[in-house]
């Protein structure tokens, strides 16, 4: 009976026991977990535990990007250098050859604007139209068709202010059917200021015609992208009825002008889509090479001559093929990797985090600061403690509270009288203003007399009468009795030390006297708020720390039992 | 002679870490105090002498929004309504039914303060006179009372904590308007030095209790559990050997509004998303829970330490006489743990009253989300000390708060000093 | 031949020692971060590669926050560096201690100064004189999110009435619950600053020199944006905007061009994408753009040719190319008349969401978000806290400004020594 009322009161004592220490380390197993998803992971909701950096082959996201404006001549691209050159020759930069699609991979931007697309590995490319087929181009596209739709829409008339200007502009490419074919789309649908675009397109229209026209018009301004084919269609309907209705001629003169143009469009769009096409039977195998922007082409359809990258964009260049009949497609991209290439993305954010600030430096300054102040504190801690506890001399009780009282001014309050001491001592921005002043603790100076306290004092005065020293007796007596106690305090005075941020960013100028927190607070303004890098650094930056515990727990423990806080 | 000798031994002893004090501690403490006279901002870039006129600055209320009598009046009322009915309830407890007509005086009272407190404005209750009339009948009544509540006396604290619920209750019937609390509210308002006190009184309210009472939880359960001690043990320390950045910027993951873990586990909950770093209210408890859960089981382990000094003698005589664990930990554990308990307490205020990193992390870099709301006293001294190049009103609000952690500790010392139990 | 061979080892070590020594070593304390930084050390390398005899080194310090304390401790303890990056409030404390030299007095300051925007040049007078030249200066524009824009039927506003009305049409209420804000903005001094010019505030100071914080165009401002929260329209908090953008919960944004690359670059790289408009133009129907950034100075500490080397390097700063080069890496504005004209610009204006007409007008007639006053810390602090204040309904805007103008005043009276 008894022991079954025990085995409960056990069982309650291990479910509290098991909360108190999710509480404690559920968050630090999360942070772990956090360091090592991708970006898009980090940003989604709701979480989950798992990562595709873990995983052989993951789906990215892309889009095909639809107009040629400045691609891949983007001059912020440009090396400071390149730039220059480029500006004393005063010639304008070329636009990326039309043969070349561009691939866009979506969500892999972020970590301040640059791509983190993995870049190995291999990447799987399909081309695939509205249906979700392989995307088609044709073949033996026929000129002469092409000249007589030409020919066809030139003669269409009247026409809007901008399509009349368009089609002008247009009237320079007629030797090069794909060139016209691609600034047809880009006038019409996908420049930076098209001709359907709904917003414009629409607006026009409403100030010409009256309701319910106006009515059944406006739905159409809200939606994405520039007006369909469909919507073109079904407001050509209504402008044809509202033509019927309108007397005033001037009205009626814009109105067909408009119906004109959108004839103009599908007229020509009909041709584009009525060719006679080849699919792409075989998806697009690219791999990258080690420091290169090329991709090597691994398997790919006859058509593909070239690929490379940049930033997070592919680049995919055809034989004799324009990228414009690519122009309505979309494309899925799927990332293989093989194990060492998992590894490498598995490790990634940690990879990239160490690399973004000299953590090595940081490392080192926070390794050779904590032991020097803790060696540092042992000493002078276990000499004043011993004093306090031992000796007699006038004062002593005195100096002991004037001691301890400075546990209760935060360090905070004294730090800019600090600096112009530490200055005048010509110790800015090195070694010594990281280690001397905190190379005594009243709180360690309080557990050690604590500890030394629990030695009978018989023992010293035994020791004093066999002829020992004071010193001696500290150092082969009484500290190897306290050991527990100095290890505790070894550990705290390393844990602040460690830890230490305010004084650290303060009194140093440079990354090479820096240590882990000053150099995990820059990285993190650095870095923005992307977190899964974030959580790699304040990983490493707990590790030994951790590590340190683990091992002297035990003493840690026995040091507080020791010292016997009373 | 030679004890002259002895003596300098003993200074020797002292002198690399007495060295260190002074030129890093006790000098730069008498500097600052130095400064805290002076005006260092000027136009001239000279610094002038001020006297006490950057105390006085940081205490500047500016205009109120009533008289100080006015709110003084309401409180007080308030707390008359608090106290009198808090010792016609525990008079009852005492008598338990008997005597009771000579007890009921207070219960008469009763109405009357009940209605001028939700009727402010009725006539018989505008003049001065009638704050000393309840003053009278309040000390006669006290001392009837009181003389001889045994009960009472036994209980202070429950009877304290009686009057403050009772003190709520009339401050939400009442005009909330007016009150000394609103008023210091007004003021905080105007002055962020006041609203930086205050921050860190309701920082430390929340943080040191809370941060005690799981400890010494943990404290128990480390001692207690028969398995896997050294596990629960690193897992509860594991919080306390991250730097304080880190932990920052990982519970700045965890309380993210859109993404963080935290809101993903209250929606299972049914619990709609709680916006943790961005709403001037929940501003310092969530600093608060920062701090405990890094802090807690550092304080554990001096906890457990201070129970593995109890002797197990205690606990083998309690459990022959039949006790059961709670009755052991009433009456063993608990007062034999009192220095420890005392020990964590003064070391966890000061801790507390020194809450600024987190704050710094958490908010990037600014004094919570908006209204000041995480505006700490040290927060106001790196303020103005960085930001404004104040050094002299930084170096006054600085003693301030050393002042403030003074007295406090001093206060926990005088308190507590007859109540720990030294017998171990 | 020994001896002959140690008499050129001697000649060549003297030689080396005596052309290390000429290097004239710059330090630039610097608070550029991530990209900015990489940048700024790419243009300091090529400077310090065509000027062999001159040695900029940079230091990155930390956030602005951080720079201006250490520039404090540096200053008290006069260990400064040779440049610094400051923000202009920090510019005229520096001054009033007397630790800067101006840059009108180096001698070829007005060719360097005929390069720039007149704007940018007014902006560092301190006292009638040019001490500072500023650096990275970026301008407050719109971002919105295209997408949403074209389902809801809207262009991009170009009023402050049009911005209220978008606000609305782009908010989203799903169950009585706000899913999506039509528009957020930030709770700081450069966002009710960036509004109030708008509607022909913005400016604290009177030419007399006199405080208007108060005043009835700031009230205004600050309660088109009040009222914009109260209707539930706009979203306002003080941290940036990222998680609220990556989660579609904001439509349009007050920020800075320079905001692009930073806060906003995740959203940059979704397909929805975000785009950035000039700021709308309130009752007066003119731009009126504020500047936000830092400046730099040269400090008199220094030795004299420290100085002049400093110079030389700012004067590199300034250049067309690097200028260009800056701006395109940064998205902060180019401050060199030139570089708008030059076909790089354009096609690079073209290729991103960066939107060259918003920059171009703030160039021509934007002011800075700050004066250069020792105590406008503070003020900027108490336009903050009066901005959080009336945003979250706890004081009126009208009450919230008076409160800001009062403790401004305090602490102008306070520097002043009175």
Do not use: C
């Amino acid at each position: 009976m008894k022991r079954q009322k025990k085995k409960i009161v056990y069982f309650f004592y291990y479910v509290a026991a098991v909360i108190l220490a999710i509480f404690a380390i559920g968050p630090i197993v999360w942070m772990v977990d956090t360091s090592f998803k991708t970006n898009s992971e980090v940003l989604s909701y709701p979480p989950s535990w798992g990562t595709i950096n873990a995983l052989p082959s993951r789906t990215l996201t892309a889009d095909i990007i639809k107009t040629r404006a400045g691609q891949s001549s983007n001059p912020s691209a440009l090396s400071l250098e390149a730039l220059l050159g480029s500006l004393s020759t005063t010639q304008t930069t070329t636009l990326a050859s039309p043969d070349t699609i561009a691939i866009h991979i979506l969500g892999a931007s972020g970590y301040r604007g640059t791509g983190t697309m993995p870049r190995r590995g291999t990447l799987i490319v399909s081309l695939i139209d509205d249906t979700g087929n392989p995307a088609s181009y044709p073949t033996n596209f026929s000129t002469s068709d092409f000249n007589k739709v030409v020919n066809e829409i030139s003669s269409i008339s009247p026409l809007s202010n901008d399509v009349e200007q368009s089609i002008s502009n247009l009237s320079q490419y007629t030797s090069s059917s794909q060139a016209y074919i691609l600034n047809f789309y880009d006038d019409f649908l996908y420049g930076s200021n098209p001709i359907f675009s709904r917003i414009n397109f629409i607006s026009n229209l409403l100030n010409l015609v009256g309701n319910p026209f106006q009515d059944q018009l406006t739905s159409f301004k809200k939606g994405i992208g520039p007006l369909t084919d469909v919507e073109l269609k079904a407001i050509s309907q209504i402008l044809g009825n509202a033509l019927d209705l309108t007397t005033n001629p001037s009205t009626k003169m814009k109105i067909s002008e408009y119906l004109n143009d959108i004839k103009l469009y599908l007229d020509f769009n009909q041709f584009y889509e009525g060719q006679k096409r080849t699919k792409i039977d075989q998806p697009i195998e690219l791999a990258f090479i080690p420091k290169s922007n090329q991709l090597k082409i691994v398997k790919a359809p006859s058509i593909v001559q070239s690929a490379y990258t940049s930033g997070d964009q592919i680049y995919i260049t055809f034989k004799n093929t324009s990228f414009v009949w690519f122009l309505n497609d979309n494309v899925s991209v799927k990332a293989n990797y093989n194990f060492w290439e998992v590894l490498t993305n598995f490790f990634d954010n940690y990879v990239s985090a160490w690399n973004s600030a000299p953590f090595g430096i940081y490392y080192f300054n926070s390794i050779f600061v904590a032991l020097a102040t803790t060696i540092l504190n042992i000493i002078f801690d276990v000499m004043m403690a011993f004093a306090f506890s031992k000796l007699t001399f006038p004062g002593r009780d005195k100096i002991f509270i004037a001691i301890i009282a400075t546990m209760m001014i935060p360090y905070q309050v004294l730090i800019v009288a600090n600096y112009l001491i530490i200055h005048s001592f010509g110790w800015i921005n090195s070694y010594y203003a990281l280690i001397i002043p905190w190379s005594a603790t009243s709180f360690v100076i309080f557990l050690m007399r604590q500890s030394f306290n629990s030695i009978p004092n018989d023992l010293y005065d035994a020791a004093k009468i066999d002829g020992a020293s004071s010193w001696r007796f500290l150092w082969t007596i009484a500290v190897p009795l306290s050991m527990p106690v100095i290890i505790t305090g070894a550990l705290l005075t390393f844990l602040g030390s460690w830890n230490s941020f305010l004084w650290v960013l303060i009194m140093t100028d440079t990354a090479n006297m820096r240590t882990l927190p000053v150099g995990l607070q820059n990285f993190i303004i650095n870095s923005g708020a992307i977190f899964n890098q974030l959580m790699a650094a304040a990983t490493f930056t707990m590790i030994p720390v951790v590590i340190a515990f683990l091992f002297l727990q035990k003493y840690f423990v026995s040091g507080f039992f020791r010292s016997g806080i009373k | 002679m030679h004890k002259r000798n002895k003596y300098i031994i003993g200074y020797l002893y002292l002198i690399p870490a007495l060295v260190i004090f002074i030129l890093f501690t006790y000098w730069p403490a008498i500097y600052s105090f130095y400064l805290s006279f002076f005006n260092t901002t000027t136009s001239t870039g000279h610094a002038i002498f001020v006297g006490l006129s950057n105390y006085v600055y940081l205490f500047k209320t500016g205009q109120l929004p009533y008289p100080f009598f006015t709110a003084f009046e309401y409180s007080f009322v308030r707390f008359i309504f608090a106290f009198v009915i808090s010792i016609t309830l525990f008079s009852w407890i005492e008598v338990k039914g008997k005597h009771l007509l000579k007890n009921m005086i207070p219960l008469i009272l009763i109405p009357i303060l009940a209605i001028s407190l939700i009727y402010p404005s009725l006539s018989f209750w505008g003049g001065d006179i009638y704050i000393v009339l309840l003053w009278v009948l309040f000390g006669i009544l006290t001392f009837y009372t009181v003389r001889k509540m045994d009960f009472l006396k036994s209980h202070t604290t429950l009877f304290l904590l009686s009057i403050l619920g009772f003190y709520i209750v009339a401050y939400y019937i009442g005009n909330r308007n007016i009150d000394l609390y609103t008023l210091f509210f007004k003021i905080a308002q105007n002055n962020s030095f006041i609203m930086s006190i205050w921050n860190t009184f309701y920082f430390v309210i929340i943080d040191v209790p809370i941060t005690i009472g799981i400890s010494l939880a943990a404290g128990l359960l480390m001692k207690n559990l028969p398995f896997f001690k050294v596990f629960f043990r690193t897992a509860f320390f594991a919080p306390y050997v991250a730097s304080i950045v880190a932990v920052s910027l990982l519970w700045l993951w965890l309380f993210n509004y859109h993404y963080g873990i935290f809101n993903f586990i209250l929606s299972w909950f049914g619990i709609s998303p709680i916006n943790w770093l961005n709403s001037a209210s929940l501003t310092m408890p969530t600093v608060a829970i920062l701090s405990i859960w890094e802090y807690f089981g550092y304080y554990g382990l001096i906890f457990l330490s201070g129970l593995q000094n109890i002797d197990q003698e205690y606990y083998e005589a309690a459990e022959i006489e039949g006790a059961n664990s709670f009755q052991k930990f009433m009456y063993i554990t608990w007062p034999l743990l009192s220095p420890i308990t005392f020990f964590v307490m003064v070391v966890s205020l000061i801790n507390a009253f020194q809450v600024f990193t987190q704050v710094y992390v958490l908010y990037n870099q600014m004094p919570g989300p908006y209204a000041n709301s995480g505006l700490t006293m040290v927060f106001y001294i790196y303020n103005t000390f960085y930001n404004e190049q104040q050094m002299g009103l930084a170096s006054a609000a600085a003693y301030i708060l050393l002042g403030i952690i003074m007295v406090l500790t001093l206060i926990q010392f005088r308190t507590t000093e007859k109540r720990v139990e030294y017998n171990i | 031949m020994k001896r002959v061979i140690a008499i050129l080892l001697i000649g060549i070590l003297g030689f080396v020692s005596v052309a290390l020594a000429q290097k004239t070593e710059v330090i630039f304390w610097e608070a550029m971060e991530a990209k900015l930084g990489t940048t700024l050390q790419t243009i300091t390398d090529l400077f310090n590669k065509e000027n062999p005899n001159i040695e900029v080194k940079l230091v990155f310090v930390g956030n602005g926050d951080q720079l201006d304390s250490k520039i404090l401790a540096a200053a008290q303890a006069k260990t400064l560096p040779t440049i610094a990056q400051v923000y202009p409030a920090w510019a005229g404390s520096l001054v009033a201690q007397g630790v800067v030299t101006p840059v009108d007095s180096f001698a070829d300051f007005s060719s360097a100064a005929s390069q720039l925007y007149p704007s940018i040049i007014n902006m560092s007078k301190i006292n009638g004189r040019i001490y500072t030249l500023p650096f990275n200066q970026s301008i407050y524009v719109l971002y919105y999110r295209p997408l949403m824009l074209q389902q809801a039927g809207i262009n991009p506003p170009k009023t402050m009435e049009d911005l209220a009305n978008d606000a609305k049409l782009l908010t989203v209420v799903k169950n009585g619950k706000t899913v999506r804000y039509g528009l957020g903005f930030r709770t700081t001094y450069g966002v009710l600053t960036a509004v109030a010019r708008q509607f022909g505030g913005g400016k604290y100071i009177t030419s007399e020199g006199s405080l208007i914080i108060n005043s009835p165009e700031n009230v205004q401002a600050l309660t088109f944006l009040v009222n914009l929260v109260k209707e539930g329209y706009a979203y306002a908090k003080f941290d940036y905007f990222d998680n609220e953008l990556t989660t579609s919960s904001v439509a349009m944004l007050i920020g800075e061009g320079a905001d692009l690359p930073f806060d906003l670059s995740d959203v940059a790289g979704q397909k929805d994408g975000l785009e950035m408009t000039p700021f709308p133009v309130g009752i007066s129907n003119q731009t009126a753009p504020l500047f936000r950034g830092q400046t730099l100075v040269i400090f008199n500490t220094a030795t004299p040719e420290q100085q002049a080397a400093a110079w030389k390097y700012i004067q590199f700063l300034i250049t067309p190319a690097v200028q260009i080069y800056w701006a395109m890496n940064t998205n902060y504005s180019p401050l060199n008349k030139t570089v708008t004209t030059l076909d790089q610009w354009n096609l690079f204006a073209q290729s991103t969401a960066y939107n060259p007409s918003a920059i171009a007008e703030g160039l021509a007639n934007g002011i800075s978000y700050s004066e250069n006053l020792p105590w406008w810390p503070s003020v900027i602090d108490n336009i903050r806290t009066a901005v959080e204040n009336a945003v979250h309904l706890t004081m009126t805007p009208q009450q919230a400004l008076d409160w800001a103008q009062q403790q401004s005043v305090l602490a102008q009276d306070k520097y002043l020594g009175k």
